[in-house]
């Protein structure tokens, strides 16, 4: 009877709990709307990523097609957007350059360096692609549990200041400020945006309101133009800012081809750090980007999935002319929050923008640039962790630090760094306080000194170890019992056998009691440090032989 209470108990506990997660049920209208409101967005972000690693347009556009379409069918996670991204570009970019640097040198053709600097670029995202998939097969996607929510917090703010700085060039052209009217209008069109992005959701969720956002915006703009030419800056006016050669982002659809590279070693190894650095740029940005839709879903990605999903992704890129990506967080975020769930909303947004460039093109290079910046910047607000601002007094100073940092290094320099950066912090400060914890209880028996020594035994508390033993007064046998500590590493061997050289040097003999499986699985190994005969007896003479 009283099983059956508490089974009752934890049942109504558990429906409690489930009661206040939030939900956003699956639906086929959202899932459209969300996927044609990203394609919108994807448009310039992959142009600009383009020009970033300085291949034409249609290279970035390419990529976004392809990486969403493939990912969205096979990827670990659906409803999270893949493009061509930033991350990426910038560790091609120096690759193309080098390429095109040695073709001018050698005195090539336009068009034939043009064709050597993508052949090496797309050999690059086939190999990232390969590794990717290994790292899938290899199931490392697991690794990403690793990764402490003070780094979630750092990366996830890292981010949305990044995207608001990717912003402002919007405001520019050729590096200046633009002039007053035009600034004012963009402003004006921007803070519309943001405003339709905000109160539609509070009359109708029935569609994304940041596509009610920009189809309001391009017909003001269209209007404005008409009356008063280039007041109001478009996509097509983006493009043009980067190569103005480029008259539209219209294109046919990508094709198959090997990529023009020599069959050497000399090329393999030129390629293989750039598509190594990518593949990993590339997987923690997407797993980094999964764990996040996972909170904000309260559901559950598969990691390898994902990392097998992105390496094909950027396999087909190689080959069919695309510059390769991985997981977009604010794309992402606007499919997310306009209700896309499902993997029909990354397939939507990819079917659509490859409508866009090979039959749409006139009509996408007239969006204003202030409704997508506007879209952007609602990510922005969305995408910062703001209630991080508010844990100053609420959790460690380490963690508060390790935000920061993660924040900063995301900011000026990579994310890959920025997440391995935050877990060796976090990982040092974790070593540091258990370290600290490493003491004991000493008592005295006939003939022998026992300390039961509490806390574990690793390179963060071998000196706090060192200093509980008193060499010179202790008994001529010292136990040392382990019922509730483990040794955890060489540098916890190495302690032990420190401790015994000073114990043997005063004329004592140290043995060691009550070791765990595990530690004596270790000792084991090292025969050449510690000789082992392990009992379970409190008796000294029956304890660990300590070494001569």
């Not at 142009?47 to 493939?70: E, H, N, Q, T």
Request: aromatic share 8%; proline share 3%; charged share 15%.
């Amino acid at each position: 009877m009283q099983q059956t209470k508490r089974t009752m108990e934890l049942s109504s506990a558990r429906n409690k709990f489930v009661s206040l997660r939030i939900k956003r049920h699956k639906n086929l209208k959202n899932d459209i709307l969300s996927g044609l409101t990203v394609s919108l967005a994807l448009v310039p972000e992959a142009i600009a990523f383009a020009f970033v690693a300085g291949v034409d347009p249609k290279v970035g556009l390419y990529a976004a097609f392809m990486m969403g379409l493939i990912t969205s069918i096979i990827g670990g996670r659906p409803g999270m957007i893949s493009g061509a991204t930033g991350a990426v570009a910038v560790i091609f970019a120096p690759l193309v350059a080098k390429v095109v640097e040695a073709g001018q040198t050698s005195g090539l053709s336009s068009d034939m360096i043009l064709e050597s600097a993508l052949g090496y670029l797309f050999a690059a995202v086939i190999l990232m692609g390969l590794i990717q998939i290994v790292c899938g097969l290899l199931k490392l996607g697991k690794f990403i549990r690793l990764v402490p929510h003070p780094v979630m917090l750092g990366f996830v703010n890292g981010l949305a200041i990044i995207i608001f700085m990717s912003q402002l060039e919007q405001f520019t052209v050729g590096g200046k400020l633009l002039d007053p009217l035009p600034l004012a209008i963009m402003v004006s069109l921007i803070a519309l945006t943001m405003a339709i992005g905000i109160f539609i959701p509070k009359l109708t969720r029935g569609v994304p309101a940041t596509l009610v956002g920009i189809v309001t915006i391009s017909l003001i703009g269209a209007a404005i133009n008409h009356f008063n030419p280039g007041m109001v800056r478009t996509v097509l006016d983006f493009v043009q800012d980067g190569n103005p050669t480029i008259t539209t982002i219209a294109a046919g659809l990508p094709t198959f081809s090997l990529p023009h590279i020599p069959l050497t070693f000399e090329a393999f190894k030129f390629i293989l750090p750039y598509a190594f650095l990518a593949a990993a740029v590339g997987l923690i940005e997407s797993l980094m980007t999964l764990t996040l839709i996972d909170e904000l879903t309260e559901t559950r990605g598969k990691g390898n999935k994902e990392c097998i999903g992105q390496g094909i992704a950027n396999m087909v890129n190689g080959f069919f002319g695309g510059m390769g990506g991985c997981a977009m967080i604010g794309q992402s975020m606007i499919n997310i929050r306009g209700g896309g769930r499902s993997r029909l909303s990354g397939f939507t947004s990819a079917i659509c923008l490859l409508g866009f460039v090979v039959v749409g093109a006139k009509f996408i290079e007239q969006i204003p640039l202030a409704a997508l910046v506007g879209v952007m910047f609602l990510v922005v607000i969305g995408t910062f962790e703001w209630s991080s601002l508010r844990l100053a007094n609420k959790i460690p100073a380490s963690d508060l630090l390790v935000i920061v940092i993660v924040s900063a290094v995301t900011v000026f320099a990579d994310l890959a760094i920025a997440v391995l950066v935050g877990i060796v912090v976090s990982a040092l400060v974790f070593a540091w306080q258990h370290g600290k914890e490493m003491r004991a209880d000493k008592r005295e028996e006939e003939e022998q000194t026992i300390y039961k020594l509490k806390g574990p035994l690793f390179f963060g508390s071998i000196t706090s170890f060192k200093g509980i033993f008193d060499f010179k007064n202790d008994q001529e046998h010292v136990v040392i019992d382990f019922a509730q500590s483990r040794v955890w590493d060489h540098s916890g061997l190495e302690a032990l056998k420190n401790v015994t050289d000073r114990y043997s040097q005063n004329g004592k003999k140290l043995h060691l009691l009550n070791l765990s499986k595990e530690s004596r699985m270790l000792l084991g190994k090292a025969e050449n440090i510690v000789e082992l005969s392990v009992v379970e007896d409190l008796e000294w003479h029956l304890a660990v032989d300590a070494l001569d």
